[in-house]
């Protein structure tokens, strides 16, 4: 592909290149370059296992490019990734029957001064990263969504498929549930 396409073809929208794939294959690899780490980043986050983490997010593209045309359009492309990746990390930790644990959880909450406070500073991490995997699925990830990923309620609500409501109330019960069981363990 020369230049000239190669750059039309990165100035299109996520929406645009996703219509574009079905005629260009090319339009699909722009898409899958400028999200790669993202989908990579989401499904690492619930594996823990970068070589799994690197299947799913291959499958996640493989499954977005056979559903291309099934998209809608109501959220953003990263939205309908994020959730094609969630969904398909779960699969396979439920497989695995392991509990996804959280790097780098409420890492400004724990931030403890100095080095003679770094061993306490990592067991806090440790067991909030526990208090979290000790969470229900339907409470844990829409809290990772919004505490680690960043994204809107709106945005988990697009990606998870429930309601707006329903995501508040779960990020609430998840912080009370969360505190509770620190309260207890601190």
Do not use: C
């Amino acid at each position: 592909m020369g230049e000239m396409a190669q750059r039309r073809l990165d100035d299109r929208t996520d929406h645009e290149l996703l219509q574009a794939a079905g005629d260009d294959i090319e339009a699909f690899g722009v898409l899958v370059r400028r999200h790669q780490a993202f989908v990579f980043g989401a499904a690492m986050r619930v594996v823990k296992d970068p070589v799994l983490a690197e299947d799913i997010a291959q499958e996640a593209f493989i499954k977005a490019y056979k559903a291309r045309d099934s998209f809608r359009g109501d959220s953003q492309v990263r939205t309908w990734m994020y959730r094609i990746t969630t969904n398909l990390a779960l699969n396979a930790v439920t497989r695995r029957r392991e509990t996804p644990v959280e790097d780098g959880l409420l890492e400004t909450a724990l931030q403890v001064e100095g080095p003679s406070h770094a061993v306490i500073a990592d067991e806090q991490r440790a067991m909030v990263r526990a208090a979290i995997d000790r969470l229900p699925d339907k409470l844990k990830v829409p809290l990772v969504l919004r505490e680690f990923e960043y994204l809107s309620y709106e945005e988990i609500s697009d990606s998870l498929d429930i309601p707006l409501n329903t995501v508040r109330t779960r990020i609430l019960r998840a912080r009370r549930s969360l505190r509770a069981d620190l309260e207890v363990r601190l």
